[in-house]
């Protein structure tokens, strides 16, 4: 038996591929990214740092820096050391597993950095002075 064609032609459907719920999934995407993604703060300073016969590579959240009059300077801002505690304390809520670095000059003094990293401590800050 032979089928017959039916007189009827349909015309074929040209397939397209629907492109915006990928879209909707990319941008979705993007946006995730940039909220969770953790901005590196700049001290403001650049102190001439001491030199060290063996350094590891530490990515810190959080940048502290002391010039050699004892300044402290978090995110381009000069702070006394009994004013910073607040500061860090905020910065460690924004991020709970923050980690921080003391780019402390060659002629800073050592009291200074010393209580800067008590008061890390104090927070359960991870602490690093940088060295050359």
């Known amino acids: 038996m032979s089928r017959r064609r039916s ?23 993007l946006i995730f990214f940039i909220v969770t993604t953790v901005f590196v703060k700049k001290t403001g300073i650049d102190p001439e740092e001491p030199f060290a016969e063996q350094a ?9 820096g002391v010039n050699d009059i004892d300044e402290v300077w978090i995110a381009d801002k000069p702070f006394e050391v009994g004013e910073i505690r607040s ?26 950095v010393g209580d800067i990293q008590l008061i890390m401590q104090d927070l359960e800050i991870k602490t690093r002075v940088s060295t050359k």
């Open 87 to 112: 500061i860090l304390q905020t910065m460690k809520d924004e991020t709970p597993e923050a980690t921080a670095v003391i780019e402390a000059d060659a002629e800073a003094s050592a009291g200074v």
């Open 56 to 64: 590891e590579e530490w990515n810190p959240t959080i940048l502290v």
């Open 7 to 29: 007189r009827i032609e349909i015309p074929d459907e040209e397939t397209e591929l629907n492109m915006t719920p990928m879209l909707d999934v990319v941008f979705i995407l």
